[in-house]
């Protein structure tokens, strides 16, 4: 499961993601948790998220513990059982335009100027100044750097259409064993390029294992080599492209040699990096939070160590992206649906969350510092919340799904070695310009 293949294969453009086809009738379907009993009988609220199989129970322990707590509630939660954001807005899309209507609706980062400057949600500001006090006790205890990129993007009017929410960064999940079994340290989280090479070789040569795997998904295998290099796909604001900057193409010649050099498996092979790793056959994987599940489940925690991704011209890197709650403008039931967005980030939602195996970080540190979080964890996971302080968030302009398509195609072109890292990276910059 990769939590960000995110709209790689331009979903939302081929379901044509329109006001018109969002602002559809209503109805339910699909696999669904219903938490609580709507013993008050008040209306039914309509949830829409993105669940996998391996991810359903802790969703549904949430929603259960929601309707302990409001039993007037009825919600109805519709997981969507898919692994990357791309066919998760295709799913909806193509539900909504078939009569579907949801009251809310969970969108990572790289939906939310789509959905906001589609005049399809409605804002927030009456609600939150209304519980101008509970929402304090709530900012007081989320990272300053995420409140601010949450006031930043998503809003094409100045309005606030979403709560900051539970996020994901990226740091590198090493299997300890394999590094021992090749003779070497575990580094520390002021390693480079050249430290994270050397290793590469080393575990190569004496272990035979593959060092990390190369990919073109945007999230995991574009961004955090740009990061940690002092660049990234676009400006600050999303306006300008800024793929063929020096830094930008020596970042992806710097992919497109972990490939060459064998220390990456071929890319677009059919292999599962976790379990590859976890077997001792590759010395580390990137990830945020989502792995835990799996990593769990094979009993494989104390395996790994989480490090902050080796760096070149920047002093660290990372890509962030957040989940959104926000309430869609059509929904009849927006004070319920008010207070399900806030137990969706209150202390107590996400405490539950994160010790049901939540595969996200918790916006709140007091959660993200706690056991619920760090217990049956890997050491060093208390650097995902950490990584907040240098991270970049991913780049996400309202044509974001045919960007991202262009990116994944290109990036996967210079690793394979069908293009060089100067062409494609100059090609990356005239695909992204045009579509901005």
Not at 194 to 217: C, H, I, M, N, S
């Amino acid at each position: 499961m990769s939590r960000r293949s995110l709209l790689r294969s331009g979903a939302i453009a081929a379901a044509g993601l329109t006001s018109a086809s969002l602002l559809a009738a209503c109805g339910s379907d699909d696999s669904s948790g219903s938490g609580g009993d709507g013993g008050g009988g008040g209306a039914e609220l309509s949830f829409v998220y993105m669940g996998t199989a391996e991810q359903q129970k802790s969703w549904n322990d949430l929603f259960a513990e929601f309707g302990r707590t409001n039993r007037t509630i009825k919600l109805e939660a519709t997981g969507v059982p898919v692994d990357n954001w791309a066919a998760f807005f295709d799913k909806v899309n193509t539900q909504i335009a078939g009569g579907v209507k949801y009251d809310i609706v969970q969108i990572a980062t790289e939906g939310r100027e789509l959905f906001a400057s589609a005049n399809l949600l409605e804002p927030l500001d009456d609600f939150i100044g209304r519980d101008r006090r509970e929402l304090d006790e709530l900012l007081a205890d989320v990272d300053p750097n995420l409140i601010k990129w949450n006031t930043e993007s998503g809003s094409p009017d100045g309005r606030t259409y979403y709560l900051p929410g539970d996020f994901n960064t990226m740091c590198l999940w090493l299997n300890t064993d394999v590094v021992r079994r090749a003779g070497a340290e575990v580094p520390t989280d002021d390693w480079t390029w050249d430290d994270f090479y050397q290793l590469g070789r080393q575990v190569k040569d004496r272990t035979g294992a593959f060092l990390y795997p190369a990919t073109a998904e945007y999230f995991i295998g574009v961004m955090p080599w740009l990061t940690t290099n002092g660049a990234s796909t676009m400006s600050a604001d999303w306006r300008t492209a800024t793929c063929d900057t020096p830094e930008a193409i020596e970042a992806a010649e710097f992919a497109r040699k972990l490939v060459q050099d064998r220390l990456s498996p071929a890319p677009g092979g059919s292999f599962d990096r976790f379990t590859l790793t976890i077997q001792g056959r590759m010395a580390a994987f990137g990830g945020g939070r989502w792995p835990i599940l799996q990593v769990r489940s094979l009993r494989a925690v104390d395996k790994f160590e989480l490090l902050a991704w080796p760096h070149n011209k920047a002093e660290r890197g990372s890509p962030v992206g957040w989940a959104g709650y926000p309430i869609f403008k059509t929904s009849e039931n927006k004070e319920d649906a008010w207070t399900f967005v806030k137990f969706l980030v209150s202390e107590e939602g996400e405490t539950y969350f994160a010790k049901g195996g939540g595969t996200i970080v918790p916006a709140r540190r007091s959660v993200a510092e706690s056991p619920a979080f760090l217990d049956d964890s890997p050491r060093g996971t208390e650097k995902l919340y950490e990584a907040l302080q240098y991270a970049t968030p991913i780049p996400s302009p309202p044509r974001n799904n045919i960007i991202q398509r262009e990116i994944e195609d290109i990036w996967g072109q210079i690793l394979t070695g069908n293009t060089s890292a100067e062409d494609g990276m100059k090609k990356m910059q005239d695909e992204i310009s045009a579509n901005l």
